[in-house]
C-alpha cells in the first residue's frame, strides 16, 4: 500500500487543518498515513530564530490567524488560539510517539490539535492530556510515567533530528515518493505523489 | 465589474507563477485584476529582516526551489532561477506604475517574469527593459528616462507605503472584497471573494 509521511508539531496551527483532513484526503487515493510528530523548536533554533515567525513577524501573525479563521470555516473546524501561542507540544509528542507503536497516535493527535486550536486549551497539561488518552481507552498513567523515561525522551530527540536530516524546517510537512512537501496547501500534491509513486 | 488588487514584487519568485496565471483565472469568474506593483525591501526591512527569507533560511530557500520547479512544471512554465537572487526590481516597478496608467502593465510584468524566472536573466538591466518596451509597441527610451524623475520615484515609495498600510508583508498578495491573502496558492480564494463582494 502506497504511504506517505506526516511530519507535525502540536504547537504548529497550519498542522491542526492538516491532522484533521490527512487520513480522509490519503484513504481517497489508497494511501495509508504515517503520522511523526517531532519538535520544530530545536530546528528553528538552529536556523538562528528564538520564537515562532508568527511571533518575530506580528503582520504576519496577525495575517495567520484570518488565514486560518477562513481555513477552518471551509473545513467546518471550530478555531480558537491557544493562549500563549506557540503552545508546548513536548507531552502530547512523546505520547504520539508511544501512540504510534500502539496505534492510537492519529486519533490522539486530532484530539490533542481539536482541545487547543478548536477549543483554545493549554496542551502542556497532563490533566488535559490523561483525559484524552482516557477517553480513547489508553492507560494514562502508565503513559504519562512512560513520557518521562530516557527512552521517550530520547526517542522524540532522535525523531525531531530525523526530520532536520530529511531537510523538514517547518509544520505540517509531508514526505511522499522522494518529495518534500511544507504546508497545510500542499498535502493533496503529496498525497497524489506517494499514490503514484505506489 | 468585480475587481481585485493584485500586489507584487519583481523579485518575489512565488509572484511569478501568479503573474502568469492571474488574469486567466480572473477572468473565468468575470472579475478585473489591478496590478500593484511594489517594493518588499523596505516591509521586510521594517519587520527587521535583512534579506530574502529564503536566503536567511538556506533549507528554505532549497526547499522554495524544488516546490516553485514542481509548481511551474505543473503549470508549463519555463523555470530558472536567476543569481543572485533576489533580483533588484526597482527600474521595472518604477515602469509597471506607468504601465498601469497606459494600458501595458499586466504585458510588461509578464514579460520581465518570464525573462527573470523563465530564463534567470537580471533584471536590474535598462538593456533587458528597453527591449521588453520595445518589443511591446512602447517607447523605451522615454520610459526609461521617466522612471529617473523624482515624481517616478516618489510614486513607488507611495505604493510600498499603501502596501504596508494595508498590512501587506510579502508577495504575491491579493486584495479582494476587504480580504487580505498572501502567496500563490491563495489566488483561487482571492477571486472568488472578489466575485462575491461583487
Do not use: H
Amino acid at each position: 500500500m502506497p504511504s506517505l509521511d506526516f511530519w507535525y508539531e502540536f504547537g504548529s496551527s497550519y498542522s491542526y487543518p492538516a491532522a484533521m483532513r490527512i487520513d480522509k484526503q490519503a484513504a481517497k487515493s489508497g494511501v495509508e498515513v504515517k503520522w511523526r510528530p517531532f519538535l520544530l523548536g530545536p530546528i528553528i533554533a538552529a536556523q538562528g530564530m528564538t520564537d515562532s515567525p508568527f511571533n518575530l513577524y506580528p503582520v504576519k501573525g496577525k495575517y495567520m490567524v484570518r488565514d486560518l479563521e477562513r481555513t477552518c470555516a471551509a473545513l467546518d473546524l471550530p478555531f480558537s488560539m491557544p493562549d500563549p501561542f506557540p503552545q508546548n507540544g513536548l507531552y502530547a509528542a512523546r505520547l504520539a510517539i508511544i501512540g504510534a507503536d500502539e496505534g492510537w497516535a492519529a486519533d490522539f493527535s486530532r484530539a490533542v490539535y481539536l482541545a487547543e486550536f478548536g477549543d483554545g486549551a493549554n496542551i502542556f497539561s497532563k490533566e488535559l492530556l490523561a483525559n484524552i488518552l482516557s477517553d480513547l481507552g489508553v492507560d494514562a498513567s502508565s503513559c504519562l510515567n512512560e513520557i518521562e523515561s530516557p527512552e521517550a525522551k530520547e526517542r522524540l530527540k532522535i525523531q525531531t533530528a530525523k526530520a532536520q536530516d530529511l531537510g523538514i524546517f517547518g509544520a505540517p510537512s509531508f514526505i511522499a515518493g522522494g518529495e518534500l512537501y511544507w504546508g497545510n496547501d500542499r498535502l493533496e500534491q503529496a498525497v497524489d505523489q506517494a499514490a503514484k509513486a505506489g
